[in-house]
């Protein structure tokens, strides 16, 4: 297993991995930075070293290899990580690890396996006609029909489940999937879906984990469109319908077109808006609106412009405007919905795109064509509606540049608007997570940052060992690391016979446990050095050298001075010499290093 991991790791390249899910930028020649994924924040502390492979957060000391990025980024365990990488990699998994055999793998080869069985019938059977017919009156492709792998579940009550028991799954397993429900009477099951055009809905990586139906009966009482319920893979509030296909345009275009309903979305992507999801007909959530911010900042959003869409719009936008996103809205100019406006004429739908009004602009239009604001009561029923939603925003230049628009459209000043919010003055955001994490101690930090220097340049190792004693360093864990990498220079580098070799060195002090502080220190190097040339490292290693000595011998010099007050308190005079001699070279060590 452990060589298929390196295969793996040889294969995936962690750049291109990491990348899709965020932004990253170079940093040199062989590393990126990114704003960190796992915390807020406003400058990118996220490091990644491209001839390593690893990543590291210096916000929130998060770090490690393609594995365990994965494994935090889709909150999944090491064996699913495993199977996700592999299929990424090209690579075939043995099955003779008894975790690769998890429930979530299970239920993953169970959507996978009835995706392409529905997606076949609707394709090659006489059962799926009914399907064609209704997909072809939509105006549905063959090509689109195979782009989202559509399927046709037969108006039959237990058609799928034979079809899965004859691959080897049981009745709790194919229940676990969202794919059958257990009859009232008795231990059967029957189909959860019946006559009805299917839709998978995929992860980020394009596996099928659930499914929305749409009935073909007339007068449906279960509803038009049913969907998976919440499984052990599935959580709907995680999941926007083709971010798999849209995520690298929406990265390429930095905007996200987000619609209501899937024939929306189809029907968008296939006239050519590459960069088009939908949110299933719910509100968006939290999740959601983080998910998207790996790739842009920029939504713009369609719902359908009934009471229930715009209801559903305006929690999500909610949702949006507080994690600072910049939300514009499309305006149809005909057509109920995105679908019905693209089959009447496509043109009208790219023109509604580019001229997507931003949030505020869309508000404030729609409420002053309501309201006659020249009148008192106009003004406050105006003010009534928008200043909530401009509490919303989180950047504060934003609030008060609509706050002033408003002002001046009512002819109210900036500050009547202002005591008229509740509290009188627009919330001040709350502080995000990372802003409360504690700062390090500068001890600490200057020795992590003089082995950080040499692991990156090591030519100036041997300057390094030759200027600081290992007892100069504080931190444990570091001091530990240095006392690996004086041993190592002494033994296998000699002087300048041998070249420092990282890797090498990584293996020992791999078996030590020390790796992960040695690649957190190297990226930490290339975050803040990774433009410096010979001489400023060298002038950078010296006064961060004097520096951690002037901290070491000041705080010996502090110890010194309590114990010696100590000792004259208590008449310890045979200590008092001891203390006397230590305290004379703190301090002439010191007076050299001012």
Request: proline share 3%; charged share 25%.
């Amino acid at each position: 297993m452990s060589n298929q991991v390196e295969e793996i790791k040889a294969r995936v390249d962690i750049v291109d991995l990491i990348s899709e899910y965020i932004h990253v930028k170079p940093a040199g020649t062989n590393n990126w930075r990114a704003l960190c994924p796992f915390h807020n924040e406003k400058s990118p502390s996220f490091m990644i070293s491209k001839d390593k492979q690893i990543w590291h957060c210096f916000g929130c000391s998060e770090g490690g290899d393609i594995f365990s990025f994965v494994q935090k980024m889709e909150g999944i365990d090491f064996p699913e990580a495993l199977r996700l990488l592999a299929e990424k990699a090209g690579v075939k998994l043995e099955h003779h690890d008894p975790k690769l055999a998890s429930q979530k793998n299970k239920l993953m080869d169970i959507t996978k396996l009835t995706a392409a069985y529905w997606h076949k019938i609707l394709t090659d059977s006489p059962a799926g006609q009914k399907a064609r017919d209704y997909l072809k009156n939509r105006g549905v492709t063959d090509q689109t029909i195979t782009d989202f792998k559509i399927g046709y579940a037969p108006d039959t009550w237990d058609n799928l489940i034979k079809f899965l028991k004859s691959r080897g799954f049981n009745d709790q397993e194919i229940f676990s999937a969202g794919l059958s429900v257990k009859k009232e009477r008795g231990n059967d099951f029957y189909d959860r879906f019946r006559d009805r055009v299917m839709f998978p809905i995929n992860d980020l990586h394009g596996s099928p984990i659930g499914f929305s139906g749409r009935t073909l009966k007339v007068d449906e009482k279960m509803g038009k469109y049913i969907n998976t319920p919440q499984t052990m893979i599935y959580n709907k509030s995680l999941v926007l319908f083709n971010l798999d296909k849209a995520k690298q345009e929406i990265k390429k275009q930095d905007l996200a077109i987000i619609v209501e309903g899937q024939m929306d979305c189809i029907s968008a992507y296939a006239a050519g808006t590459a960069n088009v999801i939908a949110s299933s007909g719910t509100a968006f959530t939290e999740d959601q609106i983080s998910i998207l911010k790996r790739y842009t900042n920029n939504l713009a959003i369609s719902f359908d412009m009934d009471q229930a869409g715009e209801s559903a719009a305006k929690r999500g936008i909610d949702l949006a405007l507080a994690q600072e996103m910049n939300v514009k809205v499309i305006v149809l100019p005909s057509g109920k919905d995105p679908d019905e406006c693209i089959k009447t004429n496509p043109q009208l739908w790219f023109g509604a795109v580019a001229n997507a009004k931003t949030i505020m602009e869309f508000y404030f239009e729609k409420t002053f064509s309501k309201f006659d604001i020249s009148q008192a009561e106009g003004k406050k029923a105006a003010a009534k509606i928008l200043l909530p939603m401009i509490t919303k925003m989180n950047n504060k230049i934003e609030q008060t540049h609509w706050l002033q628009k408003l002002g001046e459209a009512l002819s109210v000043s900036e500050q009547i608007l202002r005591e008229a919010l509740p509290g009188g003055k627009i919330k001040k955001p709350s502080l995000p997570a990372a802003a409360v994490i504690a700062g390090k101690d500068r001890k600490q930090m200057l020795d992590q940052q003089l082995l950080a220097i040499v692991l990156k340049y090591p030519h100036h190792l041997s300057f390094l060992i030759d200027n600081l004693p290992n007892q100069i360093i504080t931190d444990q864990a570091v001091q530990e690391l240095y006392k690996k990498l004086i041993i190592y220079y002494t033994e296998s580098i000699n002087g300048e016979s041998q070249k420092f070799n990282y890797q090498e060195f990584h293996q020992i002090v791999k078996n030590e446990g020390l790796d992960q502080i040695a690649d957190k220190l190297v990226l930490l190097a290339e975050k803040d050095f990774f433009d410096f040339d010979s001489d400023a490292i060298r002038e950078e290693l010296v006064q961060a050298i004097n520096q951690c000595k002037r901290y070491y011998y000041r705080l010996r010099f502090k110890e010194i001075e309590d114990k010696l007050r100590l000792c004259t308190q208590i008449g310890r005079k045979d200590q008092e010499a001891i203390l006397m001699q230590e305290f004379n070279e703190v301090t002439s060590a010191l007076n050299l290093l001012e």
